[in-house]
């Protein structure tokens, strides 16, 4: 691992790339905005999956330099902001999908999409409620870290974090986002941007 300077972000270092990873751009095309809003939401929730791309390639530099640095203020810089990340803006993602999306998706169906879309919808709440069980106890060790105690962080459990995650977003990516696109009209989207904007409060 090369050294880094004490003055360098944990969470922006250039130097540290991981290319074992789902690029941060990936994406299905019409859903590629890092930038988009709740004017487009459909975009704004992929661009929410690069979003958490970048929180999870955080948690994997982290693990191995906590090894060697301890929580140093880059390491507590890197916890404080996957927490803030996954208290907020991701626990919005999945009220978004649940609260607004999968009904509205419910309510579209029509002929042989009714079954795949109670399954799907179905199998992503389950999900949902897994992957905020990993999180509830990786955050535990995030705060002690951002709290400057001495505390590493398990391989295996950033690692199942991580690849849970990218497996629930390839299939939203894949399965859930094109079929929203191709079932909800105009009045829909709206209500769901709508929904989404309120919900941050802006």
């Known amino acids: 691992m090369r050294i880094v300077r004490k003055n360098y972000s944990l969470v922006y270092h250039p130097i540290w790339t991981y290319h074992g990873c789902m690029s941060a751009s990936m994406s299905f095309p019409g859903f590629s905005s890092p930038a988009a809003g709740p004017e487009a939401p459909l975009d704004m929730l992929a661009a929410c999956h690069t979003r958490v791309e970048k929180q ?3 948690l994997l530099r982290l693990q191995p330099y906590l090894v060697e640095h301890g929580s140093d203020a880059a390491a507590r810089e890197a916890a404080g902001a996957v927490m803030r990340y996954f208290d907020t803006a991701a626990k919005h993602h ?4 649940e609260q607004d999306l ?3 998706l419910l309510e579209a169906m029509a002929g042989s999409d ?3 879309i109670r399954e799907l919808t179905r199998d992503l709440v389950a999900e949902h409620r897994r992957l905020e069980g990993r999180w509830t106890a990786l955050r535990e060790k995030l705060e002690a870290i951002a709290d400057g105690e001495a505390m590493t962080l398990s391989a295996n459990e950033v690692a199942d ?5 990218r497996a629930h977003i390839l299939k939203e990516d894949t399965e859930l ?5 191709r079932l ?4 829909s989207l709206k209500d769901i941007g709508q929904a989404m904007r ?3 409060g802006f």
């Open 56 to 58: 999870c390639l955080t």
């Open 161 to 165: 974090f991580v690849n849970a995650y």
């Open 94 to 97: 999945h009220e978004d999908e």
């Open 184 to 187: 909800l009209g105009e009045e």
């Open 198 to 200: 309120a919900r941050r």
């Open 102 to 104: 999968f009904p509205a």
């Open 177 to 181: 986002l094109p079929m929203a696109a």
């Open 114 to 116: 009714a079954v795949c």
